[in-house]
């Protein structure tokens, strides 16, 4: 599975079949002036994943490698470690010699490409993927040799592989990403708009998809359909949540997750300033927190029709996993302008919030929603921007697909927080599972 800072796992988008129903709702909807009958989502994670504790796993890989040199077995498993903590350097140097001593046994040509591309050896990433190909056609292993060629300046030979994934699936964040970012980031709204336009249904929901079409459609000065899309007063919630069971009041639930994620810092961090984890530890805190998010998201829902989510969003998912992550910033620290590509909806819950930035006149630390200049060769989006200035104890909420950024706090003090995502889940016919 390709891992990249913005979305460590990846999920498909919506079905086709599902695709075609959001568009018979909508339709129905519209003639009967009726709003759409909107269920509860059936969450799937009844319980949070468990932890890894990645260091102690490579340390033991280690060590069992030191006693047995040259097995196969015990390199992939060195290899597995370093790669899941995204230690690419040293899981490339492990899948290495495992691939020279298993020989024709060996078969993690994915992790092996995408460690060696992440290590800045994309030559190397590229034979790996060639390799695995011969033995199987995969889409991973198609995106991987995408990126690798894009990496090595062959740009334009490299769409063909990104396409070639996105049809075989089973994940589409990265070949859209891939094949949407370029376009839009050389101000080509008409060739961004039209790529949108002629996807397959299934994926015209994927959030990176509303986020590009609905950019594309604010630079060609359709501005109606762009704020349909984007809507910043009425698609984005704010409010406080109460502090869980057992916990005497909200400061004392942060302080507790402030001390659960700052002492689980994400196995790698390229930048200092900015510490984000989605494989962080699952305390008591967190799963507490976990559960409150689950309700305001029914409640956010509840009210699909009625805020106009209609006009952007198919009905909410019948059933969805939780993606928690933490984030930690400091001094300039940001995570540029993105949206969430596995989400349907996305949440943000503040749990700690520098004294300069709740004392400032002015928009430090702020979540800026709207704003996508960064990723669109500078256009500033018709829907304009909002900003949230967080409170300690607060949550929001928002479409996955609306850019957002955090304006630096300028201070290294953190700013603590917890995103969320809802995410669909769908198997290849359409239905839950």
Not at 11 to 18: G, I, M, Q, V
């Amino acid at each position: 599975m390709l891992l990249t800072s913005e979305s460590p796992r990846i999920l498909p988008s919506y079905p086709a079949c599902a695709a075609r129903a959001t568009a018979t709702v909508h339709a129905d909807c519209r003639s009967a002036h009726r709003a759409p009958i909107v269920r509860a989502v059936r969450w799937l994670d009844s319980s949070l994943p468990p932890t890894v504790d990645h260091a102690t796993r490579i340390a033991d890989a280690e060590a069992q490698l030191s006693a047995q040199a040259h097995d196969a077995a015990t390199l992939l498993a060195l290899g597995d470690a370093c790669f899941e903590a995204r230690v690419y350097p040293r899981a490339r140097e492990a899948y290495r010699a495992a691939r020279e001593t298993a020989g024709d046994a060996f078969d993690r040509w994915v992790q092996l490409a995408e460690a060696s591309l992440w290590a800045g050896v994309p030559l190397e990433a590229l034979a790996a993927c060639e390799q695995g190909l011969r033995a199987r056609e995969s889409g991973e292993l198609r995106l991987l040799r995408g990126l690798a060629l894009r990496q090595l300046g062959l740009a334009d030979q490299a769409i063909p592989d990104f396409e070639r994934a996105l049809a075989l699936g089973p994940n589409a964040h990265g070949p859209l990403k891939a094949l949407l970012r370029p376009l839009a980031e050389r101000g080509d709204p008409v060739a961004l708009l039209a790529y949108c336009e002629q996807l397959d249904p299934r994926h015209r929901h994927n959030a990176l998809v509303l986020g590009y079409r609905a950019a594309a459609l604010s630079q060609l000065g359709r501005t109606d359909e762009a704020c349909a899309l984007v809507d910043l007063d009425r698609y984005v919630t704010w409010q406080p949540l109460e502090p869980p069971p057992g916990y005497a009041d909200i400061a004392t639930f942060n302080r507790a997750l402030a001390d659960a994620i700052l002492a689980d810092p994400p196995p790698v961090t390229p930048d200092a300033r900015v510490a984000i984890n989605y494989a962080a530890r699952t305390g008591p805190a967190l799963a507490e927190l976990r559960e409150r998010v689950r309700e305001v998201m029914a409640g956010y829902l509840a009210r699909y029709a009625t805020i106009g989510l209609d006009r952007a969003l198919p009905p909410p998912p019948p059933a969805a996993t939780m993606r928690v992550g933490t984030t930690v910033l400091v001094d300039d620290g940001s995570n540029r302008q993105h949206v969430h590509p596995t989400g349907y909806l996305s949440s943000v819950y503040y749990v700690h919030v520098p004294e300069s930035v709740r004392a400032a006149n002015d928009p430090r630390g702020s979540l800026q929603l709207g704003p996508c200049d960064q990723r669109t060769n500078g256009h500033r989006a018709c829907w304009g921007e909002r900003l949230i200035k967080p409170v300690e104890g607060w949550i929001v909420l928002f479409p996955s697909h609306i850019f957002h950024d955090v304006i630096p706090t300028g201070t290294s003090e953190p700013r603590i927080s917890v995103p969320m995502d809802l995410e669909p889940v769908w198997d290849a016919d359409g239905l839950t599972r």
